[in-house]
């Protein structure tokens, strides 16, 4: 099956800094990527859907310009938590969905905010 | 709008017995729904999906669902679990209008096999 990867697995910051995660298609092109958040014992929540060359949808209550979403190539999208806090740390995953709107999970990133 | 609702929280069953994981949902539309599982600190796999067609559907590690629409309900099963089960499952579905991307998850099951 398609593959999709994420870039770094696991991240500690400083409060007020800025991280970056990446999420890549390895074996096909994605039009459309996904970001989700979890939250430790809690179901997946849609932050926002990418398109490539366009701007991202949030979902409702989202911050967008807390979490900068760019969907530069048909393979790479990246999710950008700027200026950091405690309450970011969080479990987020990102998803591709290929030309038959199967859906491929990234292996998630781990987001600890010191 | 879509929501889902799984049943149990958590389900602890002994090696080899069956298992059943409940999801319920409610939608506006038609729906595609989704079975997925989530190993501890991994993303989510697919176990099986409905889109259309046979009501049973088949996928991978020998689980199996049935799409009942008029119960609104799509229950998960396996006829004999094994310790690498234990894992957490979601329940989502997507209105047949949208990217099935854009989908709605249950809060999940833990399901612990023991030995």
């Known amino acids: 099956g398609a593959v999709v990867s994420q870039h770094p697995s696991r991240v500690i910051c400083k409060s007020g800094t800025s991280v970056k995660i990446e999420c890549r298609s390895l074996?096909?092109?994605?039009?459309?990527m996904f970001w989700y958040r979890q939250f430790p014992k809690k179901s997946l929540m849609l932050m926002a859907t990418s398109n490539e060359g366009s701007k991202a949808t949030y979902e409702q209550g989202v911050e967008k310009d807390k979490f900068l979403i760019n969907h530069a190539s048909l393979t790479l999208s990246t999710l950008t938590v700027t200026s950091a806090h405690p309450e970011d740390s969080s479990f987020y995953i990102c998803?591709?969905?290929?030309?038959?709107?199967?859906?491929?999970f990234g292996p998630g990133t781990r987001l600890t905010v010191l | 709008a879509q929501s889902v609702t799984q049943l149990d929280s958590q389900v602890p069953v002994f090696e080899e017995a069956p298992v059943e994981l409940r999801c319920n949902y409610s939608s506006s539309v038609s729906v595609y729904l989704f079975w997925y599982v989530q190993y501890p600190n991994q993303g989510l796999q697919l176990l099986l999906k409905y889109l259309s067609g046979s009501t049973l559907v088949k996928g991978i590690n020998g689980f199996e669902a049935e799409f009942n629409k008029s119960q609104t309900s799509f229950h998960l099963r396996k006829p004999s679990v094994h310790i690498s089960d234990t894992a957490e499952y979601f329940c989502?579905?997507?209105?047949?209008?949208?990217?099935?991307?854009?989908?709605?998850f249950g809060d999940g099951t833990t399901l612990t096999v023991k030995p």
């Open positions: 989502a579905v997507s209105g047949k209008d949208t990217n099935a991307g854009k989908s709605t």
């Open positions: 998803s591709a969905s290929d030309r038959d709107n199967e859906q491929f």
């Open positions: 074996d096909f092109q994605a039009t459309t």
